[in-house]
């Protein structure tokens, strides 16, 4: 059974950084691009960063290129995303998902609280 | 950025009726290499994270009921659900996945009358 689990969030004053973590399991965790999705009340779905199987396809949204970044240790079976200059609009909970065709796996989630 | 935008917000239905959720999106999401839609649905659950239902426009993700299904081409796209079921409230999402970055609809939500 396929299984993803995101960990690291929390309240975190603007400016500041944080990483979260997806831990995968149930399948071949390098055969895949993994996503980074977050939603809000207000804004729905919004699709933040994914990478290829080995590290080395990379993409982000323009909201948040440059501050955060995306990586994967497939030795671990975990996808990270750590996230720097914190916004209130970061505000969210992130979800990692899983690439077959459209996103066939999500975790369930960890809230990012980004407060001043 | 390829909008995409759904029909209607919300919908109440009958038990036993027929849903209808449209989606439209600002660029066609219609592949000429491989004729196919890279167009996903999505179900979402209160207190739940979304869940797979349609890709390729019209194929039903395993274990997916048959009341579900997919149609359209190009830029316009419905799901339709045969006949609601109680299990069948959620919030729905449209997603194209032709080109980055990756955008979803609004979402539309589906109540019982």
């Known amino acids: 059974e396929v299984q993803l689990v995101e960990s690291g969030g929390g309240l975190v004053q603007t400016g500041g950084s944080l990483r979260l973590s997806c831990a995968a399991s149930?399948?071949?965790?390098?055969?895949?691009?993994m996503n980074w999705v977050r939603q809000t009340p207000g804004k729905g779905l919004v699709w933040v960063s994914r990478?290829?199987?080995?590290?080395?396809?990379?993409a982000y949204a323009d909201s948040v290129r440059g501050r955060f970044t995306i990586s994967r240790d497939n030795a671990k079976n975990t996808l990270y995303l750590q996230m720097s200059s914190l916004r209130a609009e970061d505000t969210a909970v992130y979800y990692c998902t899983r690439t077959v065709v459209g996103f066939d796996s999500w975790g369930q989630g960890t809230l990012v609280t980004v407060s001043s | 950025d390829i909008l995409m935008t759904q029909s209607p917000d919300s919908l109440t239905v009958s038990l036993g009726e027929r849903a209808t959720i449209n989606c439209k999106s600002s660029?066609?999401?219609?592949?000429?290499?491989?004729?196919?839609?890279?167009l996903s649905w999505y179900q979402q659950k209160p207190g739940q994270p979304p869940k797979l239902l349609i890709y390729w426009a019209s194929t039903r993700e395993s274990g997916v009921p048959d009341r579900f299904s997919g149609s359209g081409s190009g830029t316009d796209f419905t799901l339709t659900i045969s006949s609601l079921q109680a299990e069948d409230v959620a919030v729905y999402y449209c997603?194209?996945?032709?080109?980055?970055?990756?955008?979803f609809g609004q979402g539309t939500k589906l109540d019982i009358k």
């Open positions: 660029q066609s999401v219609l592949s000429s290499s491989n004729h196919r839609n890279y």
């Open positions: 149930g399948f071949t965790f390098s055969g895949h691009w």
């Open positions: 997603q194209q996945y032709y080109s980055l970055p990756y955008t």
């Open positions: 990478i290829n199987g080995d590290g080395s396809n990379i």
